[in-house]
């Protein structure tokens, strides 16, 4: 490949010319790697918000579902008692 650099542009490459540019795309390769590794970390992090979010909203349906069979039940316990009174 550096020949056929050479030949199209009639330039001669400096080995340290191209060796500053290996060490130039080995560093963007490892920025790559670490913002993609970044990346996926927060899309865990939203995942695990999404998840908490779900969770949130099914307890409190729970919880509210668990209010109205309290709410039911003293209705209930109510009307035995006055049963119970009548004469």
Known sequence: MIEEVEI???????PL?????????EFLRWTI???SSILSQDMDRKQVQ?????????????????NILKSRVE????????SNDLP
């Open 75 to 82: 209705e209930l316990n109510l009307r035995l008692k006055d």
């Open 8 to 14: 199209a542009t009639n330039v001669k490459l400096n």
């Open 17 to 25: 010319y191209i060796a500053d540019r290996k060490d130039e795309i």
């Open 50 to 66: 999404i998840g908490t979010t779900k969770m949130r909203m099914g307890l409190a349906d729970c919880i509210e579902f668990e």
């Open 33 to 35: 790697t670490i913002i």
